[in-house]
């Protein structure tokens, strides 16, 4: 690919000025209208490079497949990337701004010059010092997550369009919305994709290659008062709000949360706090890589807040858990041939493939356990949700040469 003018770049730096923030609290599909627009333009642009079944659904998937060129039996293989960024920081009107040739100084981003970006505080840009690197500007983030991983797959698709010689399978492009706020998979056709086999776009520095998550749970603990006016409470308001400060002061400080675990170490994080005097709900998600040891974060956290309840007699408390979503390497395995595929990919763009547990789950983890085995394979994003976010455009070409393998490693194997 060496003679090849990628335009993964010049891609990624469009999709990033499309606002497309994805919202928690909307129980619309997608849950925002604006996704949609991205959608619209990636379906053209797939329509134009010649994919002719590129479209987009009413829940603003975008569907497109490349063709085979090859009369072997090959597994049909999907790549897939969301189109939606993170609600943790504002992604209206992103201006991306290309840094050539970074010489390795302190990155000052023009709109606030209170936003710097330097090798201190992420090491991994003196890796990039020579290369092109993108950031915002500084009052948004930049949406790398997941838009390298969407203009990686758009321009595999162009150079394979481009290069009816690289032998290959049917191939399969999806991207999703929603992703950010837990529903990327949520109104997916699989009869439409029809794919044996799948890949995210979703992670981060060159050589990794990830193909396990957090297991996750979400919980609630509702918290119901005794209401009183306050002229005549005495011996008869029981305060729900500040038995919820109890409980959340009751949570261990020294471990049990993200902000004192890393590597392969599990939390319970409250997220959210919605009530009044009367009744109060708590929201946390529970992770943790073993997924049987949920259950046991899970009783730990009730048996706090009922410790906090037994102190106030008169009040009541309701403890709810669901699933979130799972650890894929249970999934993937059993499938070995989908990891061994990937590292020779790797291999041959001059990689060496470093695997890593992702403390987050991707639309991978969901995939694998609709039949979908899907492991995460790195775009170059960095400080991601964040006005700090950059990606480096060596990374984003490498991960495009990684594509391009890949499929030719399906075929070779089939």
């Known amino acids: ?21 994805s919202d928690p609290q909307s129980t619309a599909y997608p849950t925002t209208e604006k996704q949609r627009n991205l959608s619209t333009i990636l379906a053209k642009e797939l329509l134009a490079i010649g994919l002719n079944d590129a479209h987009t659904d009413e829940y603003g998937y975008v569907y497109a497949t490349i063709p085979a060129n090859t009369e072997k039996i090959v597994p049909v293989i999907c790549f897939c990337s969301h189109i939606d960024t993170a609600p943790d920081c504002s992604g209206t009107n992103v201006k991306p701004i290309m840094h050539k040739q970074y010489k390795g100084d302190e990155i000052v981003l023009p709109d606030d010059p209170l936003q710097v970006i330097s090798a201190k505080d992420y090491p991994y840009l003196k890796k ?38 690289v032998k290959h399978g049917i191939i399969k492009v999806l991207f999703t919305p929603d992703e950010e706020v837990g529903k990327g998979t949520a109104k997916l056709d699989h009869e439409k994709l029809n794919a044996d ?170 995939l694998s356990f609709m039949g979908l085995p899907c492991p995460n394979i790195f775009t170059g994003m960095q400080a991601i949700h964040s006005k700090h976010e950059w990606v480096g455009v060596k990374d984003m070409e490498k991960a495009v040469e990684v594509l391009v393998n890949l499929v030719q490693v399906w075929e070779e194997n089939s």
């Open 128 to 165: 990039h010092i020579g290369n092109d690197i993108i950031t915002a500007s500084g009052l948004t983030l930049l949406g790398s997550d997941d838009k390298s991983g969407v203009a990686i797959i758009m321009d595999m698709a162009n150079y394979l369009l481009q290069h009816p010689e």
């Open 1 to 21: 690919m060496q003679q090849y003018n990628f335009t993964v770049a010049e891609r990624f730096m469009r999709y990033v000025q499309v606002d497309t923030q």
């Open 197 to 366: 086999f799948a890949y995210t776009l979703d992670g981060g520095e060159a050589g990794t290659f990830e193909d396990e998550t957090f297991s996750a749970d979400g919980a609630r603990i509702t918290v119901h008062g005794v209401i009183a006016h306050p002229g005549y409470a005495k011996d008869k308001l029981v305060n729900a709000l500040k038995i919820t400060g109890e409980i959340l002061a009751a949570l261990p400080t020294g471990e049990f949360s993200p902000e004192t675990t890393n590597a392969r170490e599990g939390f319970v994080h409250p997220v959210a706090v919605n009530g009044i005097a009367e009744k109060v709900t708590i929201e946390f998600i529970i992770r943790d890589f073993v997924t049987v040891n949920l259950e046991k974060h899970e009783a730990r956290l009730k048996a706090i807040a009922e410790t906090v309840l037994h102190r106030h007699p008169k009040a009541t408390m309701q403890f709810e858990v669901w699933e979130q979503y799972r650890n894929m390497k249970e999934i993937l395995d059993q499938h070995p041939q989908v990891i061994a595929n990937a590292a020779e990919a790797y291999k041959r763009a001059g990689l060496e493939v470093r695997n890593e547990p992702i403390r987050g789950g991707t639309d991978g983890s969901r």
